[in-house]
């Protein structure tokens, strides 16, 4: 009974953890030497709904994901929506040809997903005719936010890890469960 209520639980664990990663994100990175080391720790989120939830679990928490970013920015809105909406989907199609199992593909993929990110965030700016000096900031600090974002990644993804153990959404934590109960049962 415990593990089906973990694992509903879940979901809104994951939400709150986004908020007060979103709330601590724009709080502790927004002064001067700072603000440039920022990692996006909320597309940290979005990588590992594509790559551990089902298509429409992790669609759902992707969007929360962006309303919250939304809700913490001055960006015009649906920037962030459309920029990790796009993310996602383009890690759910890699996801389906690649194998990712080690936590260095995870980062790989986390750069990846960076720069895509402030691509597409300059591409929706240049389509409402505001990314006239923005791209020259964009690209100069685009190394720096990605290396970042990957840095951050191996301990957002240890943690996140973590609770989709403790929480019986980790495949391999609701198998050892079964098998466990099975041993238990043959009184072993």
């Not at 664990?13 to 502790?28: D, E, P, Y």
């Not at 990790?84 to 936590?103: D, I, P």
């Not at 301990?155 to 099975?182: C, H, I, M, N, S």
Request: aromatic letters at 12%; charged letters at 15%.
């Amino acid at each position: 009974m415990n593990r089906i209520i973990l694992r509903h639980l879940n979901f809104p664990f994951l939400v709150l953890l986004a908020v007060l990663t979103a709330a601590i994100q724009t709080s502790l990175f927004s002064f001067y030497p700072l603000m440039y080391l920022q990692p996006d720790l909320l597309l940290l989120f979005t990588v590992w709904f594509a790559l551990r939830r089902r298509f429409v679990e992790g669609g759902v928490l992707v969007l929360i994901v962006g309303e919250i970013a939304e809700i913490h920015s001055s960006a015009p809105s649906g920037m962030f929506l459309v920029s990790y909406m796009t993310c996602y989907l383009s890690l759910r199609a890699m996801a389906r040809y690649l194998v990712v199992t080690r936590l260095s593909s995870l980062v790989s993929l986390t750069l990846f997903a960076s720069v895509l990110w402030k691509l597409v965030g300059l591409l929706v700016l240049a389509l409402m005719d505001s990314a006239a000096h923005q791209w020259r900031h964009t690209f100069a600090l685009m190394p720096f936010g990605a290396a970042m974002t990957g840095l951050a990644g191996v301990w957002v993804f240890g943690w996140l890890e973590k609770l989709d153990w403790a929480t019986y959404k980790d495949p391999r934590a609701a198998q050892a469960l079964e098998d466990e109960l099975r041993l238990s049962e043959e009184g072993l």
